[in-house]
Protein backbone atom coordinates (compact mmCIF):
# COMPACT_ATOMS: atom_id res chain seq x y z
CA UNK A 1 0.00 0.00 0.00
CA UNK A 2 1.21 3.45 -0.55
CA UNK A 3 -0.01 6.71 0.45
CA UNK A 4 -2.59 8.98 -1.01
CA UNK A 5 -4.50 11.96 -1.39
CA UNK A 6 -8.42 12.01 -0.87
CA UNK A 7 -10.68 14.82 -0.21
CA UNK A 8 -13.76 14.45 1.40
CA UNK A 9 -16.78 17.12 2.20
CA UNK A 10 -19.57 17.73 4.19
CA UNK A 11 -21.86 19.73 6.31
CA UNK A 12 -19.27 21.43 9.31
CA UNK A 13 -21.64 22.11 12.56
CA UNK A 14 -19.69 23.73 15.90
CA UNK A 15 -18.72 20.07 16.86
CA UNK A 16 -17.01 18.81 13.38
CA UNK A 17 -18.61 17.28 10.51
CA UNK A 18 -22.28 16.73 10.46
CA UNK A 19 -22.58 14.40 7.31
CA UNK A 20 -19.54 13.11 4.61
CA UNK A 21 -20.44 13.33 1.10
CA UNK A 22 -17.82 10.90 -1.07
CA UNK A 23 -14.86 10.70 -0.78
CA UNK A 24 -12.37 11.84 -3.91
CA UNK A 25 -9.43 10.11 -4.66
CA UNK A 26 -6.88 12.69 -5.86
CA UNK A 27 -3.76 10.20 -5.99
CA UNK A 28 -5.18 6.35 -6.03
CA UNK A 29 -2.40 4.33 -6.22
CA UNK A 30 -0.92 1.62 -4.46
CA UNK A 31 2.48 3.20 -6.29
CA UNK A 32 2.13 6.48 -5.92
CA UNK A 33 2.81 7.40 -2.31
CA UNK A 34 2.17 11.03 -2.00
CA UNK A 35 2.05 13.33 0.95
CA UNK A 36 1.87 17.17 1.87
CA UNK A 37 -0.22 18.36 -0.05
CA UNK A 38 -1.03 21.82 -0.81
CA UNK A 39 -3.68 23.84 -2.42
CA UNK A 40 -3.96 26.81 -4.69
CA UNK A 41 -6.51 27.90 -7.40
CA UNK A 42 -5.74 29.64 -10.46
CA UNK A 43 -7.88 31.50 -12.79
CA UNK A 44 -10.78 28.99 -12.11
CA UNK A 45 -8.42 25.50 -11.87
CA UNK A 46 -7.59 24.16 -8.55
CA UNK A 47 -4.55 22.50 -8.37
CA UNK A 48 -2.78 20.23 -5.57
CA UNK A 49 0.70 20.22 -5.60
CA UNK A 50 2.47 17.25 -3.51
CA UNK A 51 5.41 15.36 -2.33
CA UNK A 52 5.85 11.53 -4.44
CA UNK A 53 8.55 10.77 -1.37
CA UNK A 54 9.33 7.13 -2.97
CA UNK A 55 10.02 8.39 -6.59
CA UNK A 56 11.99 11.81 -5.56
CA UNK A 57 9.54 14.29 -6.84
CA UNK A 58 6.48 16.89 -6.74
CA UNK A 59 3.20 15.75 -8.53
CA UNK A 60 0.85 18.23 -9.87
CA UNK A 61 -2.33 17.21 -10.39
CA UNK A 62 -5.52 19.93 -11.65
CA UNK A 63 -9.38 20.17 -11.53
CA UNK A 64 -11.90 22.67 -12.65
CA UNK A 65 -14.36 21.16 -10.56
CA UNK A 66 -13.01 19.59 -7.30
CA UNK A 67 -14.33 15.95 -8.30
CA UNK A 68 -12.45 14.84 -11.69
CA UNK A 69 -8.18 15.18 -11.12
CA UNK A 70 -5.82 15.21 -14.01
CA UNK A 71 -1.81 14.94 -13.37
CA UNK A 72 0.18 17.32 -15.21
CA UNK A 73 3.60 17.05 -16.44
CA UNK A 74 6.36 19.08 -18.15
CA UNK A 75 6.43 21.61 -15.06
CA UNK A 76 9.34 22.89 -13.46
CA UNK A 77 10.07 21.42 -10.31
CA UNK A 78 13.92 22.06 -8.48
CA UNK A 79 15.77 18.84 -7.79
CA UNK A 80 14.97 17.73 -4.01
CA UNK A 81 12.28 19.75 -3.69
CA UNK A 82 9.98 18.71 -0.70
CA UNK A 83 6.19 19.50 0.32
CA UNK A 84 6.17 23.29 1.91
CA UNK A 85 4.03 26.17 0.92
CA UNK A 86 3.03 28.48 -2.03
CA UNK A 87 3.90 31.74 -2.85
CA UNK A 88 3.69 34.10 -5.62
CA UNK A 89 6.13 36.06 -6.98
CA UNK A 90 6.62 38.39 -10.65
CA UNK A 91 8.09 36.80 -13.41
CA UNK A 92 11.70 38.15 -12.63
CA UNK A 93 11.79 36.08 -9.60
CA UNK A 94 10.58 32.80 -10.90
CA UNK A 95 13.30 33.21 -13.71
CA UNK A 96 15.71 33.68 -11.37
CA UNK A 97 14.77 30.95 -9.06
CA UNK A 98 14.45 29.04 -12.41
CA UNK A 99 17.92 29.69 -13.31
CA UNK A 100 19.77 29.53 -9.71
CA UNK A 101 18.12 26.03 -9.82
CA UNK A 102 19.43 24.66 -13.09
CA UNK A 103 22.86 25.68 -12.20
CA UNK A 104 22.67 23.79 -8.81
CA UNK A 105 21.73 20.30 -10.99
Excluded: L
Aim: aromatic share 12%.
Amino acid sequence: DGKNIKIISGEITSVGFKSYAKEIAVTNSSDFWSEGPSAMIIEEKMYIYFDQYVKGKIGIMESSDGRIWKSIKGYFSPENMRHGCIFIVNDTIANNIIEYCNTKQ
